[in-house]
């Protein structure tokens, strides 16, 4: 287990110096100066440019340049967004939780759906169910989000009327914001109105997290699907059929839970797809989060917080990969042994 | 236990937050806090939370009414000047001296970040005026220095002084007469701050939150304000009017109007600003469409002092080829009135007579080959990035002029990727060489419409968009001010108004309602002709 | 008088053809590649076939609902947008432009990545192991992401987006190249061209790329359908192609200001790219069916 932790965090650290080195390099491809690019200070005086000059280490070379902007980092410091003149890392710690707060509930519902109908699928092989199952999950993966996210809020919010169409929570309640993520900060807050604040929160993650977890969803039927056809193939559900054990039985001791195992490790890969998903859904349900934000700032040329805002949000990214893997590791401990170049 | 029981109670718990997303649909409980808070979806941010340092119509709404008085406001059908903070004045005959007796027991928010202890009085007035006027108050220079409104009509030109006389009156002394002054004082600009406040922001330095965290003497005081996303008023209790009867007021800020549509079907706002889809809304019993003849005019504007529009002859070729029947229909839906000169056709000093532009693309043709643009050229025109009741949808109006342009050789760039904030702000600089933007009257004086848009003072204050210095147009504005006679100012107008139309700063597109569209169970008049929101009346069934 | 075949001729098609026999076979499949080739043909000859130009303004017919509507007009079949402008002419030239552009997208990553990924895969040390870790980062950013970063820094249009979606889909290509080029190198048929005196270059174009042909079309067409999403993705959120432009995701983008008064215009262009899509998609299931099928017999 040591050396694939060691691995683990070898892949971590060289993940993030390329990252950086990715968003360092972004201040100098953006158009405009580049030391207001990376500090995002329009509206410095000459003065002020000279001082900021020293802390990013103008005067100097690249690669102390680098250096200096790495330290800038270590210490929090992303600089300040060119639009709001607010600083980079509060705005971040400001919408991140949102984001994830969003993202964990959708990769939970896909999960939810995906994989145990992923598994009929596979049980009923060559029947009707699995072409149908198949088909649909086609469809599903082929939906542009955006399209669908519109789709949803006129049926269901408008027609029905059953389901919000915008925001974290209904402005009525007055929630402290102290994590960001609503579930936490209402349990957190003294409102009197705390069960309804809880039902007006689930209420409004309800459709937006439907909605970016359809695409995943159907990835996870097929690759459920697949385990478990492989799975079911394999000498030792033969064996046990062979034993006489009852249908129920065999899915519900042994192959569930091999097959279980094998999809884990996909979860990790997917989840950068599905935060990519999650930025256009955030952008049409008005959801608070950084994928709005890092849009929005798109717009507004913002580049300062373009940087700042990538560079988050692939860290966030990939360190939701490296936990899976570490938990499929867990669970497998055939997966430790080493993996070239992956 | 077996494990199929267990994966059961997993299954079961999982069930328990699926219903309870179900149960909160039909929630009862929370009925109550609805039933006393208004949820407004408003357009954009403010910029600021005091009026005198801004014109943009956001900020006057989410401002003026909510968190201020002014001395003296309009009230009724035909709008006359009514008490407010003064309860009456006396103006001399010459007009050159006004004073006003104020209202005793006005009490100033009191909020967690101010405590008032003492009722509003005279030294209050004198605050919020002397800020505005002398340059070397504390204050002036707080937030920029600048005072649009104020220094569109000339204020502090106007002004001699202010006296106080004792606690509870104070005296306007004017160098000559105006007759828009009452007018001006009663705009929406012209809010009454609490000196008690100010000083207790010199004391710790931060003299800038006397524009942040606002503390006036309004129905409605500031709780929570998140940019871009919300406002949070609570009501003032010991409001010297009427307190209002809700218990929370919240400007949930939408800059889609599609997504402010979408939260009144959705019943996540109860009143929403600029609608769309009216047919829509009026299809809806649940929901209601009011419109308010707006004293407003959408313009086309050109930066006069860059070329190639300090030419007269290309300005008059452009506005020959704009065809503004086509924009009304598209951009307006037919629901505006095309505009022939500046002002609208209710203003008393509207003259039927002026010359209007006509559609006439060979004649703006000939027009550009005389200016010396016979291949035609290049040009960018800026267009508002949110919607105002003078326009709608910049953009697409913008995109129409772009392809009326074409046909007379001119490529138009458009611009529209600032925030409001940004826009203004570069608009001010000249940074422009067009613009789309409009303008809706403070007040029923028709010098609202000609000094805060095109006068020379209004164009060194950045306010007068095309820059456009005209001295017979402001000796014509000055005369139409020191008398108040009537007829003689109608003759004035008359030839300002000429000079326009053949100097062209700017083409006048449409004069447009204003619409609102709000749940029914939401009561009270809250809109004006002129002027921002008020919610002080609204209340809910 | 006919006679039936006296000899039994034993046809071996290629390994294409075999291929094909296998596609053909699957229904569905087949019904998804008419679709991409109707399609096709449509993103070529649109200028040709539209009834009206794509940006024409028909002023006096704002706002038609679709002809079967009782305020529709036949001569504008699928309706009119807030300017007037035909739906059915720009769907059938946004065809062009989100499909025809993915086509030509993919294709030009494919050819890059590949040779990228030959030479990356012929060399080996230090430089490949960092070139891998270099791509598997890439690879874990999700391509929209990567992609609209690369269009902040370029600048908004639709050619941006489409070098930025190029840019995005190169590390796909090279990393799947490189990984068949190396297994295949493991191979013995490589091994015994090696032995006859070939140079690097010459397995790879001779013996190597047939074999990895099948792969590499299995991955350009999901390729395919993932840059048909990207580019109205980008368009949609204002990044890509400006209206007037007829890009199908441009042209949702401007009618969600009209959901509630004219819903076709939101409803067509997704279902549009939900056909298009869709197609692509079959065509790639069809493929990766085909392959699985001609491996196992």
Known sequence: MLTFTLRRLNLFIF?????????FSLSFLFPGEQLINISGQVNATPEQLIILGEHYQTQSNVFQQYFAYVNMLFHGDLGISMASQLSISTEIMNFLP??????????????????PIGFIAAINHRKATDNIILSISMIGYSIPVFWLGLLAILVFSIQLGWLPSAGQISLLFEIEHVTGIQFIDILLSNSPYKWQAFQDASAHIFLPACVIALAPATIFVRLARSAMMEVLESQYIRAAKAKGLSF?????????????????????????????????????????????????????????????????????????HIVTDFIYAALNPLARESRHGT | MSILAVKQHIFKAMLLPFLCVISACNTENDKSLSNHSIVYCSEGSPESFNPQTVTSG??????????????????????????????????????????????????????????????????????SFNRILSAEHPFHQVSGGKYPFFQSVSFSNVVQSIEKINDYTIRFKFKYADSSILANIASDFAVILSKEYADALVLKNIKREIDTLPIGTGPFKLKEYRPGAYIRYAPHQDYWDKPSSLEQLIFDITPSSIGRLTKLLAGECDVIAFPIAHEKIKSKPELELEEVTSFNVGYLGFNTVKPPFNNVNVRQAVALAVNKQAIIDTVYQSKADMAHSLLPKTSWAYNKSTLAQTYDLSEAKKLLVDAGFPDGFTMNLWALPVQRAYNPDAITMAKLIQADLKKIGIKVLIENSLDMGSFLEQLSKGEHQSVLLGWSADHFDPDNFFTPLLSCSSAKSGNNRTFWCNEDFDDLLQQALETTNVTQRKRFYSRALAIISTEVPLIPIAHSKRFQARKNIVKGEFLSPFGGIDFSKASKN | MARDKIYLEEEFPSPLLQLWHNFKETPVVMLGFSCFVFLTILALFSPLITPYTSVENHLDFLLLPPAWHNDGNVSFLLGTDNLGRDMLSRLMHGTSLTFGLSFVVVLISLV??????????????????????????????????????????????????????????????????????????????????????????????????????????????????????????????????????????????????????????????????????????????????????????
């Open chain 1, 248 to 320: 129920r039985q065999i899915i519900y001791h042994h192959a569930i839970r091999n097959a279980m195992v094998h999809v884990i490790r996909d979860v990790g890969l997917q989840f950068a797809n599905l935060v990519t998903i999650a930025m256009v859904t955030e952008v049409i349900f008005s959801w608070p989060g950084i994928g709005r934000w890092l849009i929005e700032s798109i717009y507004q040329r913002d580049h300062t917080a373009i940087q700042g805002g990538l560079l988050a949000l692939s860290a966030f990214i990939f360190i939701v």
């Open chain 3, 112 to 297: 890059i990545g590949v040779i990228i990924g030959s030479f990356s895969a012929l060399t080996s040390g230090i430089k490949s192991s960092f070139l891998n870790h270099f791509l598997d980062v890439i690879l874990s950013i999700p391509s929209l992401l990567l992609a609209i970063v690369i269009v902040a820094i370029l600048g908004t249009g639709l050619s941006n987006t489409l070098w930025a979606i190029i840019m995005v889909l190169i590390p796909q290509f090279v990393h799947i190249t490189r990984n068949a080029v190396t297994e295949e190198f493991r191979k013995d048929y490589v091994l015994a061209s090696r032995l006859d005196g070939a140079s690097s270059l010459r397995i790879l174009y001779h013996s190597v790329f047939p074999n990895i042909l099948e792969k590499l079309i299995s991955q350009a067409t999901l390729a395919q359908s993932s840059a048909i999403l990207d580019i109205a993705a980008l368009g949609f959120l204002g990044l890509g192609a400006q209206i007037p432009m007829a890009e199908w995701g441009a042209m949702l983008k401007n009618g969600i200001d009209l959901f509630y008064i004219a819903p076709w215009t939101v409803y067509l262009p997704g279902l549009a790219i939900l056909f298009a899509v869709v197609a692509t998609n079959l065509v790639g299931e069809g493929m990766r069916h085909a392959l699985k099928v001609s491996k196992e017999a």
């Open chain 1, 98 to 115: 949102a984001t994830i707060e969003l993202t964990l509930v959708a990769l939970f519902i896909a999960m939810l759906f995906g994989i």
């Open chain 1, 15 to 23: 993940t993030m110096f390329l990252l950086t080195l990715l968003s």
């Open chain 2, 58 to 127: 956001t900020t006057i709404d989410a401002t003026s009414n909510q968190l201020y008085n002014r001395l003296i406001s309009f009230r009724g059908e035909q709008n006359t000047i009514a008490p407010s903070l003064a309860k009456s004045w006396h103006v001399t005959r010459d007009g050159k001296m006004i004073t006003f007796y104020l209202r005793k027991d006005v009490a100033f928010h009191q909020t967690n970040y101010f405590t008032p202890t003492r009722f509003f009085n005279a030294d209050d007035v004198l605050f």
